[in-house]
């Protein structure tokens, strides 16, 4: 779930820094660096940090991934690109086809050529990628 707070990631300047926000992630700019967390007034504040953001609220349940219907489909479309699709095949002999990309052969007298499928887990992540809402 989002954080709702108001400004929850806005970058705010040092002086709109106050006892009530307590500790904040702390920045640098340019930035070269991770942020610095905690609060100015402690002993361990390094003092050059300009800026700060607040720390992001925790989901409210950790254990869910939220992901995007356009993340599943490259997930899909990466794993796929690790099969061949037997696009470029030939004729070997009387009784063979040849896939020429991968070497794959089939004969006519034990089922013959196959089509390509994709595999049951890429099926599986199409059909979970249209289930995703936007």
Not at 21 to 34: H, K, M, N
Not at 74 to 102: P, Y
Not at 110 to 131: D, H, N, T
Request: glycine residues 8%; proline residues 10%; negative net charge.
């Amino acid at each position: 779930m989002p954080d709702t707070r108001p400004d929850a990631g806005a970058l705010k300047p040092l002086k709109d820094w106050h006892e009530d926000l307590g500790d904040v992630l702390w920045w640098t700019f340019p930035i070269r660096e991770a942020p610095w967390v905690g609060c100015p007034l402690t002993t361990t504040w390094p003092g050059y940090h300009t800026h700060f953001t607040l720390i992001p609220e925790p989901p409210e349940r950790p254990d869910e991934v939220l992901v995007s219907r356009q993340a599943l489909l490259a997930i899909a479309n990466q794993a796929e690109g690790n099969f061949c699709q037997h696009e470029n095949t030939k004729r070997g002999g009387i009784i063979w086809t040849i896939c020429e990309d991968c070497g794959q052969k089939w004969a006519d007298d034990q089922g013959g050529f196959k089509p390509y499928e994709p595999p049951a887990f890429v099926v599986a992540l199409r059909a979970l990628a249209e289930s995703v809402e936007c």
